[in-house]
């Protein structure tokens, strides 16, 4: 026998088998199968497979290449006749030698061909590249900017895939005026999905004991909501902590209140106190009975900011970054108003019919700076109000990736416990909507659009947008992957829902 000389870059690697290909027909892997294959200088082969648990190894020697355990091994697949096709490629090399090899060094695959078939691999060594799929989203995000009437801004965009490589993306421009182009490295505010996190860090301490979430909330808080009145009835301290979180406190929504939007207007230069908005929130009182239906709102978790640091004795930011922030290492995300990013957000602009009622409001006519025809830039007011109104209901400012790495971190099962995540996810019997998160095909945000998923694709997901922002993330359990984006304009037609939805199918088939 004539021993087959290997070309460079087969050797010296243990090989991932990922595919078998036998005349032109692809073989398929037996469910828990998994092959290595060495390449040795001196022509021989060695290599190992398992399955369902048990292994085996293989190999040549100058008398005789032995191909036996291939089979023998794959038989623990229940299916003899699967995989151990790789053998039969294999001895094609000793047959009739190797008749092609390719390696992409970028993604670390390679295809070795012999006369029976071709054998796929890949590097284990080599972390694949994210740079192609990077290119596909880029021009995902640049036809959806350029679909808009009138065409958004800017996007930037997160994406972790399944075995944590992560894909950053951003088009556009931060300033309308100055045409400066938005990079990864962008902090924006991203609204609602501040719920989530709220959730969270009132469910890790919950699960440690501080907080009991059927508890009525003035356990915490005491004569927080008297006057709450409905028919009568006081329902102030009968609203549960639960209640706050899945939004069936019966608390009405200010976040695109007109009057509120008004009230706003005239102090733009006064931070809002979170007191303020639950006594705003209490003067309209109960929109149904507590614990009967299910309305969005941001008072709820607003108001379990206040419970966070009723608990804790710490305000509410140094509660998140202590409980949420510090334990996954997220150093760019912050809570207003008592903390700042240290690069200002992006400038953020309304249009449409937002922004038709934003020209209407006589306290912002003085600012002609903000008016730029079709957008108004929210940048150009005073920001004190508008960076306070929100606080743990939807004040959180980050960049897209944090975003995306705290959705994988949560839904992954990294942060919380079985027993936590699980309160975590229990929606309320009114709604598919958990503690601070949309379960299912739908997704929640102040302007009510809903998500639609083909097929049945679980997602676990939470909207957000305010004056000038747009954001969404999404972490689905069924694939391991999770994204965050933003765009700095709000309403955006394609919305980020549709954007998602692009993306998750470009990953799928070119990730």
Not at 21 to 39: K, N
Not at 136 to 157: F, I, K, R, T, Y
Not at 162 to 188: C, P, Y
Request: a negative charge; proline letters at 6%; one cysteine or more.
């Amino acid at each position: 026998m004539t021993w087959p000389t290997f070309p460079d870059g087969l050797v010296g690697v243990e090989w991932q088998v990922t595919g078998v290909e036998l005349d032109g027909v692809p073989v398929d892997r037996p469910e828990g199968a998994e092959a290595f294959v060495s390449f040795h200088a001196d022509g021989i082969l060695s290599g190992s497979l398992g399955c369902n648990g048990f292994g085996a190894g293989w190999g040549g020697d100058d008398a005789h290449p032995d191909f036996i355990g291939i089979g023998q091994t794959m038989a623990l697949c229940g299916d003899a006749t699967d995989w151990d096709e790789v053998a039969v490629v294999l001895q094609g090399i000793y047959e009739d030698g190797i008749s092609s090899f390719r390696q992409d060094e970028v993604t670390g695959a390679a295809w070795l061909r012999t006369a029976y078939g071709v054998l796929e691999l890949r590097d284990p060594a080599v972390e694949p590249s994210t740079s192609i799929l990077a290119s596909e989203l880029g021009l995902v995000l640049d036809a959806w900017l350029a679909e808009g009437d009138p065409p958004a801004p800017g996007v930037s965009l997160a994406v972790i895939l399944d075995d944590g490589r992560e894909v950053l993306v951003a088009r556009g421009v931060r300033n309308l005026i100055t045409n400066e182009a938005i990079t990864t490295d962008d902090f924006f505010r991203i609204a609602s999905i501040t719920k989530t996190f709220t959730s969270v860090a009132i469910t890790r301490l919950a699960a440690g004991g501080l907080i009991e979430l059927d508890e009525p909330v003035s356990t915490y808080l005491g004569d927080w909501l008297t006057g709450y009145t409905l028919d009568g009835v006081d329902y102030g301290p009968k609203v549960t902590v639960r209640q706050i979180l899945n939004h069936t406190d019966g608390f009405a929504e200010y976040a695109f209140d007109p009057g509120f939007y008004l009230l706003a207007s005239s102090r733009l230069d006064q931070t809002f106190h979170p007191e303020e908005i639950i006594e705003w929130a209490q003067g309209r009182g109960p929109q149904y009975v507590p614990g009967t239906s299910y309305a969005y709102n941001t008072v709820g978790h607003v108001a379990a900011g206040l419970v966070l640091e009723a608990v804790t004795g710490k305000p509410a930011h140094q509660v998140l970054r202590e409980q949420i922030f510090d334990p996954l290492e997220l150093q760019d995300i912050f809570l207003p108003p008592a903390e700042s990013t240290p690069i200002p957000v992006v400038h953020g602009y309304v249009t449409g019919p937002l922004k038709a009622a934003i020209d209407l409001l006589p306290a912002v006519r003085d600012y002609t700076d903000a008016d730029l025809g079709d957008h108004f830039d929210i940048l150009a007011l005073p920001q004190e109000a508008i960076v306070s109104a929100g606080w743990t209901g939807g004040g959180l400012e980050a960049r897209p990736i944090e975003v995306a790495r705290f959705f994988r971190a949560v839904f992954g099962g990294t942060l919380l416990g079985e027993e936590a995540l699980a309160e975590l996810l229990s929606p309320s019997e009114f709604a598919d909507y958990g503690l601070g998160i949309s379960l299912g095909e739908a997704d929640v945000n102040n302007l009510g659009v809903p998500m639609v998923v083909e097929g049945p694709l679980q997602s676990l997901s939470h909207g957000g947008g305010l004056p000038g922002f747009r954001s969404h993330a999404v972490y689905y359990p069924d694939l391991g992957i999770s994204m965050a984006m933003s765009a700095n304009s709000i309403p955006i037609d394609p919305d980020v829902i549709e954007l998602a939805d692009r993306v998750l199918q470009v990953v799928l088939t070119g990730g």
